[in-house]
């Protein structure tokens, strides 16, 4: 069984300009998740995903970031524009519901360098 | 504010020997603790779990202890190999984090030499 899919695996860019992320989950994974790790640091939920609906957001800056799943299965994240800060490992993960006493299943992680 | 801390970013031990990883959290309503392992270039993988009703929880070569009253959790690793030279992180969720956000420590990278 394929694993999250997760591309591009890095991408340089300099300020300012677009990036977008995308995440393809384990069949049959209705909930999503966009997390973000900085260097030394544990993963950060930025957004959860039950099938289509965002259900938590709250941690997604949403003047320069957004999120979509459309029908509720692939999800692309973008940054516009990126900033120095934004340097990090995005990493989508799965689950088969929510997750409160499950285990998610992550992706390799896309490193964004921002220049 | 850091709800789950791993105070050593670093450990290093000798293969067969044991390995103690540990990790504070702050929220008494968490009721969920997970352990993550992460190699380079890859996403982390699920270890072991424990339940806030459970003090302990065993896998094979991997325990992972629960003191409630201490808000402390600690993963054993016995024996250890240098295949278990990794990244770990500990998780929490429940109470006020609902809904599967896991809230995750910053990780202690653990060396185990030959």
């Known amino acids: 069984e394929a694993g999250v899919v997760q591309s591009p695996r890095y991408k340089i860019i300099e300020k300012k300009q677009p990036v977008a992320f995308w995440c393809n989950p384990i069949?049959?994974?209705?909930?999503l998740y966009w997390y973000r790790q900085n260097l030394g640091q544990g993963p950060e939920l930025l957004i959860r995903?039950?099938?289509?609906?965002?259900?938590?957001d709250s941690q997604l800056p949403k003047d320069r970031f957004s999120a979509e799943r459309l029908k509720g299965v692939d999800s692309t994240l973008k940054i516009q524009p990126a900033e120095l800060g934004d340097s990090a490992v995005y990493l989508c993960a799965s689950s088969f519901g929510r997750a409160n006493t499950g285990e998610l299943f992550f992706g390799e992680g896309s490193r964004l360098t921002v220049l | 504010d850091q709800q789950v801390k791993q105070n050593s970013p670093s450990l290093s031990v000798q293969e067969g020997r044991i390995s103690i990883l540990n990790c504070d959290y702050t929220n008494s309503m968490f009721d969920y603790f997970l352990w993550y392992k992460k190699y380079p270039a890859e996403g982390p993988t699920f270890l072991i779990s424990?339940?806030?009703?459970?003090d302990k929880n065993e896998d094979g070569r991997f325990t992972v202890f629960l003191n409630k009253s201490a808000k402390h959790l600690s993963l054993h690793i016995v024996p250890s190999q240098p295949g278990d030279s990794a990244v770990y992180f500990c998780?929490?969720?429940?109470?006020?984090?609902?809904?599967?956000?896991?809230?995750f420590g910053q990780g202690t990278e653990l060396s185990v030499k030959p």
């Open positions: 069949s049959g994974h209705n909930t």
């Open positions: 995903y039950e099938n289509e609906e965002a259900v938590d």
């Open positions: 998780a929490a969720s429940g109470g006020s984090v609902k809904g599967g956000k896991l809230i």
């Open positions: 424990i339940s806030s009703i459970k």
